[in-house]
């Protein structure tokens, strides 16, 4: 008989936290993600023998990620990770910090996690993770060369590879557009599709440039010196500079759509 009450006792508390994990998972997965976080801090504190520790705070932090609160989506995969002693659980709140850097754009927190556990990991499936959230990290980061030449390295990642490879292809040399620029004044912004501002500036530089040759050409030479220095530089300098910045601006819109596209269209996991 006293057994049985003891039995009752300890099961009576357990079954009061499994339907307080229901509840919890319930918002979660209605997306109700802040309701969920005060749920699921509540099962930690009566969970006084922690078995639901790491569950707990994993949730917790996956939460605070879908309200994009991702500080504290950080703070809380930290906390899941010190929870257990399991290794596995360890690395899958290691690579939730990762993602959670890509998304943050924390790129070099990212780069030196992973590299740090690409430093100890031995197992060839886990590695093939790590290179692929560190592709990730080069693509959120606009390195889409080096997300290229990691994600070509296995042929399973070929869709995400490909993708990688448009977006070099579609890319603005950023040297090129100011080597056309100091050649042609509008040269520049014409390669990189800026056609009005192209023409205008090829127009100023042959105006000023005009003017101080002619004023050179007629012994003028102060007002030669004055347009040149003053007129005639400043627009051939401003003409290389805008080549160099449209051309800049225009990779990181071709980027940023492509990202958008893969986020949308992708079906493999992203952070």
Request: proline share 1%.
């Amino acid at each position: 008989m006293l057994f049985f009450i003891i039995s009752v006792i300890n099961i009576k508390p357990q079954d009061d936290l499994q339907r307080q994990v229901e509840f919890a998972d319930n918002l979660y997965h209605q997306k109700l993600f802040y309701d969920a976080i005060t749920e699921y801090k509540r099962l930690l504190f009566f969970d006084v023998n922690r078995t639901y520790s790491f569950y707990a705070n994993n949730k917790i932090a996956q939460s605070y990620k879908g309200g994009g609160k991702f500080d504290d989506a950080v703070k809380y995969f930290k906390k899941a990770e010190l929870s257990t002693l399991d290794q596995s659980e360890k690395f899958e709140s290691k690579l939730e910090i990762i993602k959670v850097n890509i998304l943050r754009e924390t790129t070099q927190q990212s780069i030196d996690l992973i590299d740090e556990l690409l430093s100890e990991e031995k197992d060839k499936e886990k590695v093939k993770q790590l290179d692929y959230w560190k592709a990730w990290t080069y693509m959120f980061a606009n390195k889409w060369e080096i997300a290229y030449q990691i994600l070509n390295i296995y042929p399973e990642f070929s869709e995400l590879s490909k993708y990688c490879k448009e977006v070099i292809d579609e890319k603005y040399s950023v040297n090129f557009a100011k080597l056309l620029a100091y050649i042609l004044p509008g040269a520049g912004q014409f390669y990189t599709g800026e056609y009005l501002s192209g023409a205008m500036s090829l127009s100023w530089n042959i105006l000023f440039g005009y003017l101080t040759i002619n004023s050179f050409v007629e012994e003028r030479v102060f007002d030669g010196f004055a347009i040149g220095t003053l007129l005639w530089m400043r627009f051939y300098r401003g003409n290389y500079q805008n080549a160099e910045r449209f051309a800049e601006n225009k990779n990181i819109e071709i980027a940023n759509n492509k990202l958008k596209y893969i986020q949308q269209n992708y079906q493999g996991l992203k952070p």
